[in-house]
């Protein structure tokens, strides 16, 4: 028995190792880990599809079919966490209920199957971070970022008083903000309940019922190499192991194991007094095959070929989606256009490689050192929604920062060079005379100027020896240093018009 359980305790540790690691390069404030981290959430699936990362993926199949969902017990940190939320629930509950917890629950195959397919549609129609609502490694991002990030500055700030006292400023206090506002809060707070609450009643009951990537992996993993098998000579039909299994995938009434939910946790290895299960190579069929098993492989041929379908057009989504056209906005000295199109981090390209790549898991939002970025909520219309934007009342990008574009798993921003990103126009500056302290207080400011990184504002004379700026657009990058500077009130003498499309500066700055 206890070689057995070797498998668990191996399972185990990886995905403690894992989830620690991701959740605190996430939630690094110190930026400790390098940026070579990042490589926690490229390994993710739903990124690795969007990226187009192939050898991720192939590495990630293959392993599915070798050994089964291990990716949902080892790499899927919300997968992980529902396995510690298990875990706690298991604590609250006697021993007795929890010797008899979970049971076999019919496999939902429909439900499953329509909403995978809707979830790879919705990627392939650029919805990315719409569809991200319902994937795994995004909800617990963002539960991250939004949740678990201010719990920590709290504890950081606490630290700093505490210290402070002792005449040690090892920790630093920092602002503790709703990063975004109230809405992707509440968001966080919505989704971390509903994970938890189905965690703690019905165990991977998520992972088997919503999520896409369960689903997908499941149609591999059924037909997986090595899998756990249930020795009918041995067995006597006393159900630990189905009272165990979490997935409740285990029916042993039948002595049959559903493969596309199990996700290879290696509970039910060792509880076994018979010692009726064992983990071993599969070369031939291990359930009795009966007329309903019949059709379970004919739904999950279809399913296979409809999921596989999907993921074959992903690629398609940037000829899928709306071209549109740039609103070029050159005005000095006049009011403000009626409308400003909201500004995109450098290396997003477009909004059409934005939208259909973005799974707003704000891993951006927590990293940016200068707090410019934020969740959209109405600035890019519904397809965008949650994806980050640029904020300038709150910041400005700094000119020679490229975290996002280095730490961003679905490429949705691309990486850049602190030299390309110097060339990059996210935007255009427009002036607008009529708040600008110049003309309405009559004095001397030049902040803009000043705080502009690559020359694109001057500073002109007027007849009453007052100055007031000039931008060249040729020049402006976008990086909301003036707008963040201004110090007119309410409004600013000067915002940022996003492009639609980024444009490469001809003139080296």
Known sequence: MKNKNILRILRTFFAVAMLLLLTFFILDIFNLLPACVAWLTKIQFVPALLSLNWLILIILLLTTFLFGRIYCSIICPLGIFQDVIIRISNLLISKRKRKKRFHFIKNPRIFRLILAFLFFVSIVCGFASLSAFIEPYSIYSRISVHLWKPILLTINNLLAIWTEKTGSYYFIHENIELLGGWLPFFISVVSLLIIIVLAAIKGRLYCNSFCPVGTLLGCISKHSIFKIKINTSACTSCKRCEHICKSSCINIDKKQIDYTRCVACFDCLGNCPQHGLKFNFSYKKTQQVDIQEDREVVNSSRRQFLLASGI????????????????VLTILGNAIPYKFSPAMPAGAVSYENLHSHCTACHLCISKCPQKVLCPAVYEYGFEGFMQPVLDFEKGFCRYNCTQC???????????????????????????????????????????????????????QNMDNSQQYPLINTHLCIGCGACAYFCPAQPEKALKINGLQEHKSLTINI
């Open 312 to 327: 074959s057009v992903v690629g398609m989504a940037k000829l899928m989606a709306n071209t549109r056209k740039e609103r």
């Open 405 to 459: 574009s280095n730490i961003c798993p679905t490429k949705a921003i691309q990486p850049l060079t602190v030299e390309k990103k110097h060339i990059t126009q996210v935007g255009i500056a427009i002036f607008n005379r009529f708040y600008c302290n110049v003309f309405t207080k009559g004095v001397h400011c030049g902040l803009c100027a000043e705080n502009c990184p690559t020359g694109a504002i001057t500073m």
